[in-house]
């Protein structure tokens, strides 16, 4: 981390902040930890961690593509939804937790948001946040809109759609960053 060294003997980035970029950076290759280097020296007294991990994320896919694939497939495996039945509240409320597929929770989020937004079309007066549980509710039930307009014909279901960007190398088979307008942070091409 020469570069971001060189910002802390200039007085610009403190010490505990170098620190911090040392630790995350330890166990990436000398090519990978270059890179996080080059990217973060110019902003290393302001970035954040979010910004900082996505930088990361951006040096292992590129420089270290065998540990980044393994980490993509583990994540893969973490996906579950949790519905704490176990532990119902006394006012009849349970935990729900999750990790999907970024293409299914883009699919959930934009169902439950039409439907809290249905619900509020149609005279509702509870929170955001409580149309949106009820409304995971009704896609629990099957249902996929409300009943606002009798002769309307259904919507036809919403086909994913994803923007992505690739590198040149990824687009010659060579490995590469891909980058979603949907969602932030690098993505293998895989």
Do not use: F, N
């Amino acid at each position: 981390l020469t570069a971001c060294w060189e910002r802390l003997e200039a007085g610009v980035l403190p010490a505990w902040k170098l620190g911090m970029i040392a630790d995350l950076t330890l166990s990436l290759p000398p090519a990978a930890a270059s890179y996080v280097d080059q990217h973060v020296a110019h902003v290393a007294h302001r970035v954040g961690p979010a910004q900082l991990g996505r930088i990361i994320s951006e040096a292992k896919a590129l420089h270290d593509p065998e540990r980044a694939e393994a980490e993509r497939s583990a994540a893969a495996e973490s996906r579950h939804v949790e519905i704490g039945l176990a532990h119902v509240a006394v006012d009849g409320t349970v935990h729900v937790d999750g990790e999907l597929d970024l293409a299914d929770a883009l699919d959930l989020e934009t169902a439950i948001a039409q439907l809290a937004e249905q619900q509020a079309r149609a005279g509702s007066t509870e929170s955001l946040d409580v149309r949106r549980s009820i409304a995971l509710g009704m896609l629990a039930r099957g249902e996929q809109t409300l009943d606002l307009a009798p002769d309307a014909k259904p919507k036809e279901r919403r086909k994913v759609v994803l923007h992505v960007h690739i590198s040149d190398d990824a687009v010659l088979g060579a490995g590469g960053l891909a980058r979603l307008e949907e969602a932030r942070g690098p993505l293998t091409a895989e």
